[in-house]
């Protein structure tokens, strides 16, 4: 690395690094450094659609993190996976595109003071990084670089779900991302519908601006510690294949390293609880409290049931049909390669509200996570019912000082008795589902957890033994006012008592939002460069918006 010396130094290139990079450099001519733990590149096979589902249970681009063993689960201790690669989470995850709510935001810019945060605030930073493949204003762009598209197949079961739902009085619901959330419909994914191949930040940010002079991008390096200096960040010091050096920002530390990570490199540089750092023998640079509290994550519990033919796509991922598959996918981008395999949900409340708070997904064959055992895969279906906006609240804490040591991740999945009680009405929806046309003309059984599991106790005790992430860990360092004691960053992303570092990552959050994290995650980011570089202002002071973004939003843009 020839330069010690750089206006802005990100800290993590998942899909918030990537975004905030390649804008700093592309349109503010800024000297960045861009630092990311993972490896560079992916294996081609996660190019394709379907080729996910190859590494879910791999550590080749995935930290696996062991949480704290979970009182109420019995003491279980899932699995919660973080990517380990250039591009994040938008490199390996599921492809999903979804915002989220309008009153998640709504909800984070009225605990703010009215300072920039709401849905209207930030649908212009969707609709500029959006390039939709047949939804245009005034929800969508349709010339952005995130290429957004729905699916290339839709299984024969997605379909049954969706006309189940609709047989049971839920609405068709053409747009997750429109006018309106709650309905069944089929998900739009960040796949670019030319190609017919994952669209990752680093795709469709980071990429065009690889050869950028003003560019360095440092991958296999972890950043050990934040360098301050009279509570100001001045640099970092960091470790990777050239050994350990220490690099200096002039402008700014940006850290998007995420949920678990961006609160533990906070501690390590003395930022953070006070009887946290000290248990670690860590030099206090800054009491802040709430710097791995205010964990949430998305959950979920499977109900399973064996089907009376091929449905979906049992056995499609090996010998003859594998070939097969590769084969049309190649020549023609088509078939079973070009689906995610998750490709229908609905969003509801089965307490009968208007609000959703069950995301009911539709995996179209058998499914459990890697800690889950006890049926054989076979042709089938998976409802997965996926709380919203669960009450609980985990925390990450150091486990050591050392920086190689993976941080204590507590999820506290039901932690809080509403979560359980809500999981298992969703639960008692799924099964309802499967016993209306046409999904009951396909169904043969209940595999799991069996119909024998009828009580709420019988369910609960599913639910404790099943229960997982949906890999949207949120808030560990969670915006507030200064009036907020567990506030880390103020609404413009400053990191409270230290000047010259900003968070953009999802730990940002206040709330988590009821949907898939991605997108929201990518619109944070972009709006954060606005943030640092003084153009945020003008979409909260009653200036002209620029010509790529929307200046306005209908007066139907606050969707359940």
């Not at 590769?326 to 409340?349: H, N, P, R, W």
């Amino acid at each position: 690395m020839a330069s010690k010396r750089f206006d802005y130094i990100v800290v993590g290139g998942g899909s918030s690094g990537c975004v905030v990079a390649s804008r700093l450099v592309a349109e503010h001519d800024a000297r960045v450094l861009l630092v990311e733990a993972g490896v560079r590149r992916v294996s081609p096979i996660l190019a394709m659609p379907a080729g996910y589902m190859k590494y879910l249970a791999r550590d080749t681009y995935l930290t696996m993190h062991h949480v704290l063993p979970q009182k109420q689960l019995g003491g279980r201790a899932p699995v919660v996976p973080q990517a380990k690669v250039l591009g994040g989470g938008s490199a390996v995850n599921a492809m999903v595109y979804i915002r989220g709510q309008a009153a998640d935001y709504d909800g984070w810019d009225e605990a703010l003071g009215g300072t920039g945060w709401s849905f209207r605030d930030l649908l212009p930073y969707f609709i500029r990084q959006e390039g939709n493949d047949h939804l245009g204003a005034p929800y969508h762009g349709v010339s952005g670089p995130l290429k957004v598209s729905h699916l290339g197949q839709h299984s024969a079961m997605s379909r049954a779900f969706v006309q189940a739902m609709q047989e049971r009085g839920v609405p068709y619901t053409a747009d997750f991302n429109g006018a309106q959330q709650n309905g069944v419909g089929f998900m739009q994914h960040t796949i670019d519908w030319t190609t017919r191949r994952r669209r990752s930040a680093v795709d469709a940010f980071l990429r065009p601006v690889l050869s950028h002079p003003k560019l360095t991008v440092l991958t296999e390096t972890t950043v050990t510690r934040i360098r301050l200096e009279k509570s100001r960040a001045i640099g970092v010091e960091l470790h990777g294949p050239a050994g350990s050096e220490t690099v200096f920002a002039d402008t700014e530390v940006i850290l998007a390293a995420g949920t678990y990570m961006t609160p533990k490199l906070l501690m390590l540089s003395g930022i953070g609880p006070v009887e946290e750092l000290s248990r670690h023998g860590i030099k206090v640079a800054t009491d802040l409290p709430g710097v791995g509290q205010n964990l949430q994550d998305h959950h979920e519990v499977p109900i399973v049931a064996a089907t009376s033919g091929p449905f979906g796509y049992f056995g499609q991922d090996r010998g003859l049909a594998m070939l097969s598959n590769g084969l049309q996918y190649m020549l023609f981008k088509s078939g079973a390669v070009t689906t995610t395999g998750v490709e229908a949900c609905a969003f509801i409340d089965p307490d009968g509200g208007e609000r959703p708070t069950i995301q009911l997904y539709c995996v179209p064959t058998v499914y459990l996570d890697r800690d889950v055992s006890g049926i054989e895969p076979t042709h089938g279906v998976t409802l997965n019912p996926c709380l919203l906006r669960p009450k609980a609240r985990g925390s990450v804490r150091l486990a050591s000082a050392d920086p190689t040591v993976l941080p204590r991740v507590d999820p506290q999945f039901f932690g809080h008795p509403d979560d359980l009680r809500l999981t298992i009405a969703g639960l008692r929806y799924a099964r309802e589902v499967l016993a209306t046309s046409p999904v009951r003309e396909m169904v043969t059984q209940e595999l799991f957890p069996g119909e024998k599991a009828a009580s709420d106790e019988d369910l609960a005790d599913h639910c404790r033994k099943t229960v997982k992430t949906n890999y949207h860990p949120v808030g560990t360092c969670r915006m507030g006012r200064d009036t907020d004691p567990l506030a880390v960053v103020t609404p413009d992303l400053a990191v409270r008592g230290i000047t010259g570092l900003r968070i953009v990552d999802a730990s940002i959050m206040p709330t988590i939002p009821s949907g898939n994290t991605n997108a929201p995650v990518l619109a944070i980011a972009e709006k954060a460069v606005d943030i640092i570089t003084g153009h945020a202002r003008m979409f909260h002071e009653g200036a002209t918006a620029p010509s790529n973004q929307v200046s306005s939003v209908p007066d139907q843009v606050h969707p359940s």
